[in-house]
């Protein structure tokens, strides 16, 4: 379109980038060729403040609403969808290598947390907590340590979950 209304910029958020992202777009597609580009491996972590966006990616398609939760595999192509209305997200910037190795978990990417799932509130809690303290901050480690395993947890595949040892 000829006219676009938006914003994106990047602050530091307790050792981890976050990503402000609001437009009015039809669409945002990274290619192969664009995540050859980048300087690094994440897991995104979606949360949804205003309008709506739609997800595709691993054969999977899904629509955020605000509050909603989802996290996005940086090494793989995906679209993002606006349909030309504004929509207002926040991309946290995990580092996927540490996410998929420090657990035994896998993780669903590409999954949506409804807002009022309890672990999307409480992912985008962690957020907001990590962007108000100062990084010289003592908590600000476990802070993020906290997100990473939060993280890993709301998205863990259901079937490794089941492997898990049970508590009789």
């Given at each position: 379109q000829s006219t676009v209304t938006g914003?994106?910029?990047?602050?530091?958020?307790?050792?981890?980038d976050v990503a402000h992202i609001a437009n009015n777009l039809g669409e945002v597609r990274r290619e192969?060729?664009?995540?050859?580009?980048?300087?690094?491996?994440n897991l995104f972590l979606l949360i949804q403040l205003e309008g709506t966006c739609g997800i595709e990616q691993k054969d999977r398609r899904d629509i955020i609403t605000p509050g909603d939760c989802v996290s996005i595999d940086s090494t793989?192509?995906?679209?993002?969808?606006?349909?030309?209305?504004?929509?207002?997200?926040?991309?946290?910037?995990?580092?996927r290598q540490l996410l998929f190795t420090?657990?035994?978990?896998?993780?669903?990417?590409?999954?949506?947390?409804?807002?009022?799932?309890?672990?999307?509130?409480?992912?985008?809690?962690?957020?907001a907590k990590l962007v108000e303290v100062e990084p010289q901050d003592k908590r600000t480690p476990h802070l993020q340590q906290l997100l990473f395993d939060a993280t890993r947890q709301a998205f863990a595949t259901q079937e490794e979950i089941d492997v898990l040892p049970r508590s009789e």
């Open positions: 914003y994106v910029g990047v602050m530091a958020a307790g050792g981890v192969a060729q664009d995540i050859r580009r980048d300087f690094g491996e793989r192509p995906s679209v993002f969808h606006f349909g030309g209305n504004y929509s207002n997200h926040i991309s946290v910037h995990l580092p420090k657990s035994t978990q896998s993780l669903d990417v590409a999954r949506r947390l409804a807002a009022q799932d309890p672990m999307s509130v409480m992912l985008g809690s962690l957020v």
